[in-house]
Every structure is written in C-alpha cells, then in structure tokens.
C-alpha cells in the first residue's frame, strides 16, 4: 500500500516535468540575462542621484513593459490552445489586434506613469523633476522600449506556435527579462539627454509625445472589438496598478543612499523582480488557459492541478533564489561595488523572495479566479496584477529583510 501511494505521489509531481524543466531553463535563462539590467542599475548610481526622482519611475516602467507585453502573450497563447491562433498581422487577427492594443497601452500608461510619479513625489515630499520632463522621458522612454519588447512578444509567440511549445511556460519570462534589459538602459539615457537639452529641444520633443498622445486616443475609438476588449479591461487595470510601482519606487528613492551603501543589492533588484515576477506570470498564465480549457474551476479555495503550480513555483524559488545572491555579490566584487557579504546576500535573496513568491501564489490563483467569476478574461488580469504587485511586496520585502538582515 505505502509503495502504492508513493508511486502516486511520485506520479502527481512528475505529471507534466517536461514542462517543468522547460519553465525552469526558461526562468535561469531570465534570471541570468536580467543580472545586465542589475549590474547596469548598480553602475549608474550616481545618475539616479543627480537626476531628482529618476528612480521613482524605474521600478514601475519596467514593471509595464512586462505587464503590457505578458498581457499580449498570455492572449495569444490561451488563443493557441483554444485553436484560433493564426500568424498573421492583419485587422481582426488575434495577432494584429492584440499587437495594436499593446502599442496603444504602451503610450497611455507611460503618461500616466509620469503623472503618477510627479505627483506621488510631490505628495511625500520626494525631490523629483519637472512634470514636463517626466512626461517626456517616461513616454519617449516607454514607447521605444515598448515596441522592443512587444515585438520580442510577438516573435516568441510566432515562434511557439510553429514549434508546438507552451507559450504559457515561455512567454512571460522572456518578456519580462526584456523588459528589465530594455527599459532600464533607455530610461537613463532618455533622462539624461532630456536633462541637457535647451527650451527648443524640449519644446520640439514635447510636440512628439502630445503627437503620440493624440495618436493613442484616437486610436481607441477606431478599434476593433478584441482591441476595445484588451484596453476596456487592460486600462482600468494598468492605471491603478501603476500606483503600486510608483510607491515602490517612492520606497527605493527614499532608501537610496541604503541601497547604494549596499550597493550589491542594486545589482540584485532586477532578477530578484523578474524572476519572482516571471514565476508568478508562469502560475497565471497557465490558470488562466486552464480555466478556459475547463480544466480548473474558479472556485474559492484551489484545486489539486492549482496546488501541483504552487509547488512547483516553491521549487524553482529554491533552485534561483540563492543563485541570484550568489551572483549579484560576486558581480559586485567584480565591478568593484560594495556588497554586505557573501550569506547576507543569500539569506536576503532566499528570504525576501520566499515571502514573495508566498504573495504571488495566492494572489495569482485568487485573481484569475475573481476574474473568471466576474465574465473578465483572466489573461487580461492575471500577469498585470502579478507583476505590478511584486513592484511593491518586493520592495518591501527586500528593504524589510534588508533592515533584519544587515544591522
């Protein structure tokens, strides 16, 4: 009997490891790219310092780019297994209206990123820039990494469809790495260039973003019905959810002078967020196909098939979690950043991202769920809530930790 129910055990676990492995490549793959994200953050230190409120738009700018894009990926892949999937761009295509919506959500939520941050700052008394400039650097910055990021989106997805892989095991994890490798370097670069510029090339670039404005509204009223369906759903949800990344990077401007202290965490800040985000983008996206295929209802406290996600995601935050303190300390050695050691920077990593990996279980389960229940399609909800909440609870679990851990 005992050899009986461990071999079911066994069989339950194993159900589905090639997925498993595939996510788990998939997340190491993320992980390690997004450590260039994380060096670059920690080498430009002194920029965020100079530049008033500049970190205040980092978490949440790359937070959107890979929300938006997991949005658009999470769409298409819940179309692939239901079998309307088709690799075409055209007007009221899957793939056309669903990349035309991402753009138009891009334009839209950098501007209100800016707002946002302009005024959270001025709320806390955050010393921050002027609110043309952040308009400018957010939108100008947003939108080019915006179409990066979403064509990488779109590449995978056509990819995936042609080699018959999980778009749901993929799909988030790379976008969310690009986003991080994308964002952060245009960001900067954006602000910088902004910040030297005289009246005339604010002026001449203030009329580019009110021209990509206009472009974006005008573009809502025209839109097709699977556009109008992501951006009714994807805007009253992006835009509160902006507030999220926003304090969280309130939270890392007024720790500022910590985190460069330490600044081998500045390294760590971006995998830690991708990969914690991508494994809570992986657990929705495959809820939010399932609950379409039937196979998992939404009810109020999980399902076996539910539960086997949780687990495996404990699993890959044991496998990743202490490889990105390894890393993010000998980076920092190697850059000759300061760093608080070794096993402070293991425990920080593993300790901070078990309490958020805990949060992005049961949120990612209980929002998908809510969604479904309430006639919204899950792949619209899902990602975004997962990725924006990890702004704030992994930040406060880092600065938290930090705090414990580093005394």
């Known amino acids: 009997m005992k050899l009986v129910i461990a071999g079911k055990v066994k069989g339950y676990f194993l159900h589905g490891h090639d997925e498993f492995f595939t ?39 790359i937070n959107m780019r890979g929300a938006i894009a997991g949005i658009l990926t999470s769409r298409l892949s819940s179309s692939m297994h239901l079998g309307a999937f088709e690799a075409k761009f055209g007007r009221d295509t899957e793939l056309g ?15 209100v990123l800016a707002g946002f941050g302009k005024l959270i700052c001025l709320l806390t008394g955050t010393e921050v820039i002027g609110i043309i400039e952040m308009i400018i650097i957010s939108i100008i910055s947003g939108t080019l990494a915006g179409l990066i990021v979403t064509a990488i989106g779109v590449l995978i997805s056509v990819v995936c469809y042609r ?4 778009l749901d095991m993929v799909g988030a994890p790379v976008v969310t790495t690009f986003g991080d490798i994308v964002t952060l370097p245009f960001l900067v670069v954006t602000a910088v260039i902004v910040m030297q510029l005289p009246v005339i090339g604010i002026v001449v670039l203030g009329l580019i973003v009110l021209a990509l404005i206009l472009w974006a509204v005008f573009s809502m009223h025209g839109a097709t019905k699977t556009m109008k369906d992501v951006l009714r759903e994807g805007l009253p949800l992006l835009i509160p959810l902006c507030l999220l990344g926003i304090i969280a990077g309130v939270l890392y401007t007024n720790g500022l002078e910590s985190l460069i202290a330490a600044a081998a ?42 539960w086997k996600h949780f687990v495996e995601n404990y699993l890959y935050a044991l496998l990743i979690l202490p490889l990105m303190g390894l890393v993010s300390h000998y980076a920092a050695v190697l850059c000759g950043i300061t760093t608080p050691g070794l096993v402070p920077m293991l425990l920080l990593s593993l300790s901070a991202g078990m309490i958020v990996i805990t949060v992005m279980n049961l949120l990612g389960y209980f929002t998908a769920a809510l969604a479904y229940r309430l006639g919204y399609d899950p792949d619209n909800f899902g990602v975004p809530v997962v990725t924006s909440s990890i702004d704030l609870v992994g930040a406060t679990a880092l600065i938290v930790m930090m705090l414990i851990l580093f005394v």
Not at 54 to 60: A, Y
Not at 163 to 166: F, G, H, L
């Open 23 to 61: 996510g788990l490549w998939t997340l190491l793959l993320s992980v390690g790219l997004s450590f260039i994200a994380g060096i670059y953050l920690g080498s430009v230190s002194q920029v965020l310092i100079l530049i008033p409120g500049l970190m205040v738009l980092v978490t949440p700018s």
């Open 97 to 111: 209206d669903n990349l035309r919506s991402s753009i138009i959500l891009t334009v839209i939520i950098s501007a």
């Open 163 to 166: 080699k018959s892989w999980n």
């Open 265 to 306: 965490v500045l390294i760590l800040i971006s995998p830690f967020m991708n990969g914690c985000g991508s494994i809570g983008g992986i657990l929705t996206s495959r809820i939010g196909t399932e609950m379409h295929m039937g196979l998992v209802d939404a009810k109020v406290f999980p399902q076996g098939l539910v």
